[in-house]
């Protein structure tokens, strides 16, 4: 049986990440700030809250140095929690508020990461780092300054990660950058509510509900999980990868 550690499994995404894993018999581990609604032997919830950076993944550090890592055949860090907001133009944007963009979407699974690489090292265990990312990672989008600049920071951090586990030939650890696609959830709500003036791209993105071109987060929850449980089969050399890549597999 492995662990599969996901953060922001309260909705959306993560959600049905969390209820894909134990549909597969795995232990889930749920780090947000909301309980979701499902229960199962296997899954267990812990609140936290990442805006609150440090202190919540030293909260989060002891809780895995407490648990029985031994008995996991493999571990899967899912860094999934990140919010869109604040939109607009800089001189616009509140300052508390890009703090807990910035903190939320890059600064906690970033020292998560840490965390568990540390301690799957330490036990000896086999560890994916999977980090939920964005097509915003890879290009600017008028108003999302915050959300394409956490994304790319993101986005980096896994390169340059990968790159520092080939060279020190760790064949122990891997980590990937995932787009997802466009996904029919609460950020997308959120993202059809903002303001022209803050995101003039709003109407292609209202566009994009009316046309049901919104993925399902249970499909992409379960490619996400079939890839974690057999990346062999994925053949990928590379750290980055997206929906269309998986969806080209047929996983
Ligand atoms: N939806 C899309 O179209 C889309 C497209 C590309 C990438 N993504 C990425 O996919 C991932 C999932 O997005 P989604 O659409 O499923 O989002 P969502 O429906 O808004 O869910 C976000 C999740 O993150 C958690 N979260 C947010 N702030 C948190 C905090 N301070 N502390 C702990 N947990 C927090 C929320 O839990 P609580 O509120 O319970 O804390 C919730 O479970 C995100 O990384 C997002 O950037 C989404």
Sequence with gaps: MDLFIVTGGSKGLGEQICLKALDQGHQVL?????????????????????????????????????????SFKHIHLINNAALINPVGSLADLDMADMNTHLVTNLISPVLLSQVCSRLATEEKKPLTIFNI????????????????????GLK???????????????????????SPGVLDTQMQQTIRGFKKKDFPEVANFKKLKTDQQLRSPSDVAAMVVGFCLAPQKFKNQSSLIS??????KGL
Aim: proline share 2%.
């Design 133 to 152: 990312g964005s097509g915003a990672a890879f290009r600017p989008i008028a108003g999302w300054s915050m959300y394409c600049s956490s994304k790319a």
């Design 243 to 248: 929906v269309q890549d998986l969806e080209a």
């Design 30 to 70: 749920n780090l947000s700030r909301s309980r979701p609604t499902f229960k199962s032997s296997k899954f267990k919830h812990v609140t936290a809250d990442f805006s609150r950076g440090l202190a919540t993944i030293k909260k989060i550090e002891t809780l895995l140095e407490n648990l029985d890592l031994a």
């Design 156 to 178: 980096m951090f896994t390169e340059n990660t990968a790159l520092d586990l080939q060279t020190s030939k760790n064949k122990k650890i891997k980590i990937y950058h995932f």
